[in-house]
Structure formats: structure tokens, C-alpha cells
């Protein structure tokens, strides 16, 4: 994907799923768990989490996480991102958290949501990401290219 196609992509309404590097000892796996996320086009990445969350805990230790966001519908898509952890609000700004419900739910729902979840004004926080390596696929071009030539294209991988 273009630069323009990746940040328009990241920018829509997606369910992410976040991976954090879990520094717990042993030979572990990342945590991954799938998040509402926060992104405008050049901007950073933004995540609710409740302050005392092992999600939490681990990207204030690591520093740094990855995200990806796909479309499951064909052709399929998808964005990833990875990158520092560049600060931490610490209790969330309720105008995040305002957005990130109207991004979610639309602005009808948005309302009853935060008056239902009004304790996360002071349990979550907001993390921040600065994205510096991007990993796509359009794979409408790999299914244009493979019903014209059989051959394998549509992945890219690109440095911020």
C-alpha cells in the first residue's frame, strides 16, 4: 500500500489487535489482545487500557508494541504497525476516551457508553504509539496480478 492508502486504512473504524513483547521471564509469547484504537493520517496511534491491566504493565516496561488492523472481507487487507511508546496519560483524558466511544459506537451510543463506563475516568489510561515500521498488504493487487500473470505481489514493508 501507499503511504496514503496505509494511514486512510489505519485511520477507519477497526478492531486492532495489540501484540507487546511479555518480559515476565520464560520462554513466553507476546500478549496480543484486540483493542480499540485512536489514529489520524501522520499522527500517533492512541489505546485505552485499564491502568492496572497486565496489557498495561507490559508496554510501560517494553516501550513499545505492535498493532495490526485487517479487513476480513475479500480482498483481503491489512495494516500493521509497530513502534515507541512516546507517553502515557495517566488517568485518560476524557476527550480520548470521548472520541475513541463516538469512533466505536457513533455518537448515539457514544453517550450512554461513557455514562455507563464513567469509572474508566480514573481506572484506564491512554498509551500512546509513534508508528516506525509498517507492514501491508492489498491482496486485491495479488488477486489482480495472480488472475492475469500467476504471480505472487500485493505485500509491502516499509520504515516510517
Not at 24 to 45: C, H, K, L, S
Not at 67 to 74: A, F, G, S, T
Amino acid at each position: 500500500m501507499s503511504r496514503e492508502d496505509r494511514e486512510r486504512f489505519l485511520a477507519a473504524p477497526r478492531i486492532g489487535v495489540l501484540a507487546v513483547t511479555d518480559l515476565r521471564g520464560g520462554d513466553r509469547a507476546p500478549v496480543t489482545v484486540p483493542v480499540w484504537y485512536g489514529y489520524e493520517p501522520g499522527g500517533e496511534i492512541v489505546v485505552q487500557t485499564g491502568r492496572h491491566t497486565l496489557k498495561a504493565e507490559l508496554l510501560r516496561v517494553s516501550g513499545r508494541f505492535s498493532l495490526c488492523v485487517q479487513d476480513e472481507r475479500r480482498p483481503y487487507r491489512y495494516v500493521s504497525v509497530a513502534g515507541t511508546v512516546t507517553a502515557v496519560d495517566d488517568p485518560v483524558d476524557p476527550a480520548v476516551r470521548a472520541a475513541l466511544a463516538e469512533r466505536y459506537l457513533g455518537a448515539a451510543e457514544a453517550g450512554a457508553y461513557l455514562v455507563a463506563t464513567a469509572a474508566q475516568l480514573t481506572d484506564d489510561i491512554v498509551v500512546h504509539l509513534r508508528p516506525e515500521l509498517w507492514r501491508t498488504a492489498d491482496f486485491a493487487a495479488f488477486a489482480a496480478d495472480f488472475a492475469e500473470a500467476g504471480t505472487v505481489a500485493g505485500r509491502d514493508e516499509h520504515l516510517a
